[in-house]
């Protein structure tokens, strides 16, 4: 059985900072890219907004709301990605989830999983 767990959320004043996690646990044989995502107040669970990805080859790409102020990584030998988040601005207060492609078994295509979230609140 395959877990991503994520942690790192928290509450935070606006221009504060934040460093989530996520694990990846089970049986892994190769994990491809991996995702955060994050799902706004009000919003369906079909309106999660990409926010940052990175690649098995530590290619970035990030939405443009958070260019400059989110970056995200990869520890492949502790199957983690992080993300870290500076200058948080109250638009930032949502449920943050991570999303990843992975390979349980060699030769076997690549399955799509998501963690549990994370809540981030930015307010002063």
Do not use: H
Request: positive net charge.
């Amino acid at each position: 059985q395959v877990q991503l767990v994520e942690s790192g959320g928290g509450s935070v004043p606006p221009g504060g900072s934040l460093r989530l996690s996520c694990a990846a646990s089970g049986y892994i044989f190769s994990i491809n890219r991996m995702r955060w995502y994050r799902q706004s107040p009000g919003k369906e669970r079909e309106e999660r907004e990409l926010v940052a990805l990175i690649t098995s080859g530590d290619s970035t790409n990030y939405a443009d709301s958070v260019k400059g102020r989110f970056t995200i990584s990869r520890d492949n030998a502790k199957n983690t990605v992080y993300l870290q988040m500076n200058s948080l601005k109250p638009e930032d207060t949502a449920v943050y989830y991570c999303n990843a492609d992975l390979v349980k078994y060699k030769g076997n295509r690549a399955g799509n999983y998501w963690g549990q979230g994370t809540q981030v609140t930015v307010s002063s």
